[in-house]
């Protein structure tokens, strides 16, 4: 029989070695944790709207036919938001699609329906993986609520992350499912609405050069092609709106965070910010004990874009920029939902009595 985890591999000396390992860096988190979710914002954010306030009054000029450019470029400067940085410029994609529908609430509408259709294909992906047995997908199904519950919630749905994090997960549940294509489209369509997915379509592109998968290659050397062809074009937009003496950063964008910025990602979920802050630490490790024991080519491709992420976020980011979390978390439900086997696959191969 096929072990369902990679632990079950292990021998007994080395199961009890990766358990103290775990234990002692979950007593790392919890240690931190005091400090991890008192972030203060940094004075570089402003102290008038928040940025959804900002994208709602930018989408809404939008729908009343302004040039998003112009828009962008004055409602940076009223609140004093740092206008140098092309990146401070959200790209045009997500707030030119919800400020073209004809009521604001269609875009809360709009996201939320991706967002079934995300645990629909995770919970499909799944079942298929474990051959219809069914407990994992509908724990997946579950996990899922907690980060994607906030898309109906309040102006949430003007967060380009929010909607990128949810096509990224539509990806990597699609290479699940069997579909290269899709997976590759919804992988590309997360880019255009927030660059922030620019490693995991990278690494996705990575995977498939070797797994020789060529078709799929040049897929996405066009899709990511296409994008910097955007990119370059939001980037002559932006200059051609920049204030005479644009606003910078107090503040780098490296800032060597470590676990502290990971576990303040990590907690914008509906499940947990309302808990107590060990259980974000608990959780955040449940994830990487699940996707380090996940052997499938659907769980390689979830923990390398997993890890690859909180390796980024550990060294990028800083303290008002928690909210990326909402790109991420939806994935970590797939690691989440993997640890029972890996734990007890652990367990087992360590032989406690």
Excluded at 33 to 54: E, I, N, W, Y
Excluded at 316 to 321: K, L, P, Y
Aim: aromatic share 12%.
């Amino acid at each position: 029989m096929k072990p369902s985890t990679s632990y079950a591999r292990l021998s007994a000396v080395q199961s009890r070695c990766v358990l103290v390992a775990i234990v002692a860096v979950t007593i790392h988190l919890i240690s931190i944790q005091a400090s991890t979710l008192s972030f203060v914002q940094s004075q570089d954010p402003p102290k008038g709207r928040t940025d959804t306030g900002l994208y709602a009054a930018v989408a809404e000029r939008v729908r009343h036919g302004e040039g998003y450019y112009m828009v962008m470029s004055e409602e940076l400067q009223r609140d004093g938001y740092p206008t140098k940085s092309v990146f401070n410029w959200r790209m045009p994609i997500p707030l030119w699609v919800i400020g073209n529908l004809p009521h604001p609430a269609m875009g809360k509408v709009l996201l939320s329906l991706l967002a079934l259709v995300l645990v629909g294909m995770a919970f499909e992906a799944t079942a298929r993986e474990d051959e219809g047995r069914v407990w994992r997908a509908l724990l997946v199904a579950g996990l899922l609520v907690g980060p994607l519950m906030s898309s109906g919630m309040a102006k949430v749905y003007l967060l380009p992350e929010v909607w990128a994090g949810i096509f990224m997960g539509m990806s990597i549940a699609a290479f699940g499912l069997g579909s290269w294509k899709w997976g590759v489209s919804l992988g590309l369509v997360a880019l255009f609405f927030r660059e922030l997915a620019l490693p995991y379509c990278i690494l996705a592109m990575g995977l498939a050069i070797v797994g020789r998968r060529r078709s799929e290659v040049a897929w996405w050397v066009a899709g990511i092609a296409l994008w910097c062809l955007y990119l370059a074009f939001h980037y002559y937009e932006v200059q051609s709106m920049m204030p005479a003496n644009p606003r910078e950063h107090q503040h780098s964008w490296i800032c060597w965070s470590g676990a502290r910025f990971v576990l303040a990602t990590v907690n914008i979920n509906t499940f947990l910010v309302n808990l107590p802050e060990w259980v974000t630490a608990l959780y955040f490790m449940a994830a990487m004990v699940g996707f380090a024991g996940w052997n499938s080519p659907q769980g390689i491709r979830a923990g390398l874009t997993a890890a690859m992420f909180m390796a980024a976020f550990s060294i990028v980011g800083q303290e008002f920029n928690q909210y990326w979390g909402f790109l991420t978390n939806p994935l970590l439900c797939l690691g989440v939902a993997k640890s029972p086997q890996s734990f007890r696959d652990l367990w087992r191969a360590a032989k406690i009595t």
